[in-house]
């Protein structure tokens, strides 16, 4: 089993900056991802960003290339999201994600993932 504990969410203007964090305990495998994914109110889940352990690859959705920044900290095994010019197309609940052996072309596969956060709402107003 693994939990996952978001926090960092909150209300910022369009065009500020926001990160987010991810702790992961409990029993975690040697080669997996951490991802983030996120819904809007109406709207289906959607993939933002992940990373891998070990190799820390990192895979971004089109829509936030360049200004997001996906990290992590192994030894604490959190991963961060580093948000920036933010939108306000961007308000969604943010959900942390671990999944175990993921390959490189699946990162982005919500299926993929095993175990998600409880989400930390995000809103950026106009």
């Known amino acids: 089993q693994v939990q996952l504990l978001e926090s960092g969410g909150g209300l910022v203007q369009a065009g500020g900056s926001l990160k987010i964090s991810c702790a992961a305990s409990?029993?975690?495998?040697?080669?997996?991802?951490m991802g983030w994914f996120r819904q809007a109110p109406g709207k289906d889940r959607e993939f933002v960003a992940s990373?891998?352990?070990?190799?820390?690859?990192?895979a971004y959705a089109d829509s936030v290339k360049g200004r997001f920044t996906i990290s992590r900290d192994s030894a604490k095994k959190t991963m961060y999201l580093e948000m920036t010019s933010l939108k306000p197309e961007d308000t969604a609940v943010y959900y942390c994600?671990?999944?175990?052996?993921?390959?490189?072309?699946?990162?982005?596969?919500?299926?993929?993932?095993?175990?998600w956060g409880q989400g930390t709402q995000v809103t950026v107003s106009s």
């Open positions: 994600a671990y999944g175990s052996g993921i390959i490189l072309s699946s990162m982005s596969s919500s299926n993929q993932y095993d175990y």
């Open positions: 409990g029993r975690t495998s040697g080669n997996y991802a």
């Open positions: 990373i891998r352990w070990p190799g820390g690859n990192k």
